[in-house]
């Protein structure tokens, strides 16, 4: 059976890239600060920045959870979805 696949959503994968980003960052800065910067004004502003990274990771888990369970929803609404389905062969190839 092959039917064909939706086009990527680019804004999801720009997003993903850039809390990847982020979280690279907010680790690397946090690790090799110098501690006469803390209490400066963007050292703040980055900070408040970098609490919303760990959130953006996983409202993008759930948006795209999301988006698999309505593609499943679909094909099984459809008549195209099956336990035995040659594309959810997870064993080694």
């Given at each position: 059976m092959s039917s064909a696949s939706a086009p990527r959503l680019i804004w999801i994968d720009l997003l993903r890239g850039l809390a990847v980003i982020g979280m690279i960052e907010?680790?690397?800065?946090?690790?090799?600060?110098d501690a006469r910067f803390d209490g400066?004004?963007?050292?703040?502003?980055?900070?408040?920045?970098d609490g919303l990274i760990a959130p953006m990771f996983l409202w993008?888990?759930?948006?795209?959870?999301?988006?698999?369970?309505?593609k499943a929803l679909n094909r099984l609404a459809?008549?195209?979805?099956?336990?035995?389905?040659?594309?959810?062969?997870f064993s080694a190839a």
């Open positions: 907010t680790h690397v800065i946090n690790a090799v600060l400066s004004r963007w050292l703040h502003e980055l900070m408040s920045f993008i888990a759930g948006y795209a959870q999301g988006l698999a369970i309505q459809l008549g195209q979805f099956s336990f035995h389905d040659d594309s959810l062969d």
